[in-house]
């Protein structure tokens, strides 16, 4: 239900960008995140874009990181500016979603994309 990609190596003070597209007949995009987890650590949440457009940052990313929904790509993208050794994880895109069959919200993960930063 989600795809996640855009992962990969780059240097410190790199940039990367993840996309994560959504399937299937989508009645609203209630919740679309960003987490990520590094080796060794548990899984924390980077940020998150509600329906009505308030973003959430992890102190750690903020004014660094950037999240943006496309909700007729159904796409959430993860801008990454001047990364550091720090932000190497596995990143995960997380829904919830609402479906035109029931209108229920349901939660969704992706998979993971890798990310790392040489220092």
């Known amino acids: 239900q989600l795809q996640a990609s855009g992962g990969g190596l780059v240097q410190t003070g790199g940039s990367l960008r993840l996309s994560c597209a959504a399937s299937g007949r989508i009645f609203k995009i209630n919740v679309m995140d960003w987490y990520r987890q590094a080796p060794g650590k548990q899984r924390e949440l980077v940020a998150s874009s509600r329906s009505g457009g308030q973003t959430n940052y992890a102190d750690p990313v903020k004014g660094r990181f950037t999240i943006s929904v496309d909700n007729a790509k159904k796409t959430v993208y993860l801008q990454m500016n001047s990364l550091k050794p720090e932000d190497t994880a596995v990143y995960y895109c997380?829904?919830?979603?609402?479906?035109?069959?029931?209108?229920?919200?349901?939660?969704?993960w992706g998979q993971g994309t890798l990310v790392t930063v040489s220092s």
């Open positions: 997380h829904a919830e979603l609402s479906y035109e069959s029931d209108r229920l919200t349901y939660s969704h």
